[in-house]
């Protein structure tokens, strides 16, 4: 009996190690599969932390590429706008050179005492109107004591004489003017021409 009873106590002991072997095995593996989910887990966490990264550079440099196109559209349509002022104003004022000239004629064409009220009114008109001119950038050519300036004058004739340097404005015969820097008509003039200077650059020319 005592020997039976050892072998049994032997048995029950061993069953209680492997028991408890058991228990550890078992109380172990749920520690490695937290670790190994957390792992996953934060990955996916930084993963979905450079994405959001990238998108937000992505639409930031979006934002950057439209405000500069709308900046660029807004200053053409602004460009834009100002041109068609400009050539409106450009097309008002030289339907208004004829004004001026006919003003300008009636000026000259009373010079005597009798006219005088009469002309003082014409020149106040055409004062007027050209101060109005000039307020949207109308300037007249200057020709009293200029050279010649094919660019802003236009020589209807040329007059011999040694009076005046060659090539020297004698007289205006009708105004020019500007807008804006622009050339809207060049003004008609007579021009002097040196006979002496002609013959010697013809004598130069020869030799």
């Keep these: 009996m005592s020997r039976r009873g050892d072998s049994e106590k032997e048995q029950d002991v061993k069953t209680a190690a492997n028991a408890g072997a058991i228990g550890d095995d078992v109380s172990e593996a749920p520690e490695t599969h937290e670790t190994a989910s957390g792992a996953a887990a934060e990955a996916a966490v930084m993963q979905?932390?450079?994405?959001?990264?990238?998108?937000?550079?992505?639409?930031k440099n979006t934002l950057v590429r439209l405000q500069a196109d709308f900046d660029n559209y807004r200053k053409r349509i602004e460009r834009e706008r100002h041109q068609e002022r400009h050539r409106g104003a450009e097309a008002v004022v030289e339907h208004l050179l004829p004004v001026l000239d006919a003003l300008d004629r009636a000026i000259s064409s009373h010079r005597?005492?009798?006219?005088?009220?009469?002309?003082?009114?014409?020149?106040?008109?055409?004062?007027?109107?050209?101060?109005?001119l000039a307020k949207q950038g109308v300037a007249q050519i200057q020709t009293e004591g200029q050279r010649f300036d094919p660019h802003m004058?236009?020589?209807?004739e040329r007059v011999e004489t040694n009076d005046q340097p060659d090539g020297a404005v004698l007289e205006e015969l009708q105004a020019g003017y500007v807008f804006h820097g622009k050339v809207l008509r060049p003004a008609m003039v007579r021009v002097a021409a040196n006979p002496e200077g002609e013959d010697s650059e013809s004598k130069t020319t020869v030799n």
């Design 48 to 59: 979905e932390i450079e994405k959001l990264v990238a998108e937000k550079s992505d639409l």
């Design 112 to 132: 005597d005492a009798a006219h005088d009220e009469y002309r003082k009114g014409f020149e106040l008109i055409r004062k007027q109107l050209f101060d109005a």
């Design 153 to 156: 004058h236009h020589a209807i």
